[in-house]
């Protein structure tokens, strides 16, 4: 399993734009990167996933450079309530029996 | 996607004792995991939870300390056998397809105190 590095921790203010980076040199061909949220006493929630190039939904952008080496999550105009922390995974469910493998995250934390 | 429904939220127990977490969920759905986080941690894979077998467990988690149930596609409890303080963590249920890591979903999970 491709191992992942992150940020421990990041400082944002409000209404900045939030850049996570996630590290992954061993990614297999197969693997997929993905990205979770986690606020205190919840889950996991997931955010957004992406095999290459740049994907975007209505909470994220996801950036994966060609070598598909690292990956950046990039999080618009933060709020507080984006106070949490972010997990990058990465792996290929279909041969790891469906598992999740978790890292030891990011912990974002906006102030005012 | 799936709603997860993890009972108790919360227990404080005796260490020697045992506490059994529940979790149903929904839908029915193929894959079913259980997770622990200690507490300031990330999330460490406990087992995968087989529907009409044996759980498979991960490295460093036996079956006598966490069995577990899976007895249909919407349901499973996890069992933390013989208590001690470092049992003591947040344990999560979560269910996937299994063909892709996008939409796994979480229970809110159960924070156990040991003491």
């Known amino acids: 399993l491709a191992k992942t590095t992150q940020p421990i921790s990041m400082d944002s203010y409000e209404g900045q734009e939030v850049n996570i980076t996630c590290s992954h040199n061993n990614i297999a061909t197969n693997d997929y990167i993905t990205w979770y949220q986690q606020f205190p006493s919840q889950g996991p929630r997931f955010i957004i996933q992406?095999?290459?190039t740049k994907v975007t939904n209505e909470v994220a952008s996801l950036f994966i450079p060609a070598d598909r080496k690292s990956s950046t999550l990039s999080l618009p105009r933060v709020s507080l309530s984006d106070t949490a922390v972010y997990y990058c995974?990465?792996?290929?469910?279909?041969?790891?029996?469906?598992?999740?493998?978790f890292g030891q995250g990011t912990e974002l934390s906006v102030k005012p | 996607s799936a709603v997860i429904s993890q009972k108790p939220s919360r227990d404080i127990c005796q260490r020697g004792t045992s506490l059994t977490i529940q979790c149903q969920v929904d839908?029915?759905?193929?894959?079913m995991f259980w997770y622990r986080q200690q507490p300031g941690q990330s999330l460490t894979l406990i087992a995968t939870?087989?529907?009409?077998?044996?759980?498979?467990?991960e490295s460093g988690f036996v079956i006598d300390k966490f069995p577990i149930s899976r007895p249909n596609l919407t349901f499973s409890t996890l069992t933390v056998s013989n208590m001690s303080p470092e049992d003591s963590s947040i344990y999560l249920c979560s269910v996937g397809g299994g063909e892709r890591q996008e939409g796994y979903t979480f229970g809110s999970g159960t924070r156990l105190t040991v003491v």
């Open positions: 995974l990465v792996g290929d469910p279909v041969n790891q029996g469906g598992k999740l493998i």
């Open positions: 839908s029915q759905v193929t894959m």
């Open positions: 939870a087989n529907q009409g077998s044996e759980a498979t467990y």
């Open positions: 992406g095999y290459k």
